[in-house]
């Protein structure tokens, strides 16, 4: 990887185009995560790569993955749009994951989609910290020292933060779903 970082640094775009596609699929995960809408995220996530193409020559190998850089990129694009205050906090239904898990019965397919709205409403309902620690962590699937890499703090205090989130989802969601 990093010698496709080198080459593209170096101007050559076929290097550029293969961490692209290395690298979109995490992006945009990350990015609907936070935002939540398909066309938001797909927008923020080509930004992501427009601003990265613009900075490439700027990064630097400082024991850190060019996901991470990419990441914060993505992580400082996403703060710019809710700092923008054009943006209202809703969940089409249209919006909202579909795993494509039915075997069980329709049932099932109910009792997970009201679970998972369950927590996406109280995951939403977290300070903007404990919130972006849950999504780095358990929706984006980063360590503990890449979260703490992002959010720039130290991993002890990305542990502790994360034991609150999970305390305060735990008060916030019914006895019923949390089984």
């Not at 996403?78 to 909202?96: M, N, P, Q």
């Not at 049932?107 to 903007?128: H, I, Q």
């Amino acid at each position: 990887m990093k010698s496709l970082v080198l080459r593209a640094s170096d101007g050559e775009a076929e290097a550029f185009a293969a961490l692209y596609v290395a690298y979109a699929g995490q992006i945009y995960r990350y990015v609907y995560a936070r935002v939540g809408a398909h066309a938001l995220a797909e927008d923020l996530t080509s930004d992501t790569f427009l601003r990265a193409l613009r900075r490439i020559g700027d990064f630097t190998w400082q024991g850190t993955d060019f996901g991470a850089w990419l990441v914060t990129i993505a992580r400082n694009l996403v703060a710019d749009h809710f700092k923008s205050s054009r943006y209202r906090l809703e969940i089409c239904a249209s919006e909202l994951p579909d795993n494509g898990r039915y075997e069980d019965g329709p049932e099932r397919a109910l009792l997970e989609s009201v679970t998972s709205r369950a927590l996406l409403a109280a995951v939403r309902r977290l300070g903007s910290e404990q919130r972006e620690c849950v999504v780095l962590r358990f929706l984006y699937g980063l360590s503990v020292a890449e979260t703490a890499e992002i959010m720039r703090k130290k991993s002890g205090a990305v542990k502790a933060l994360q034991y609150r989130a999970m305390r305060s989802l735990a008060r916030m969601l019914p006895q019923d779903v949390r089984a």
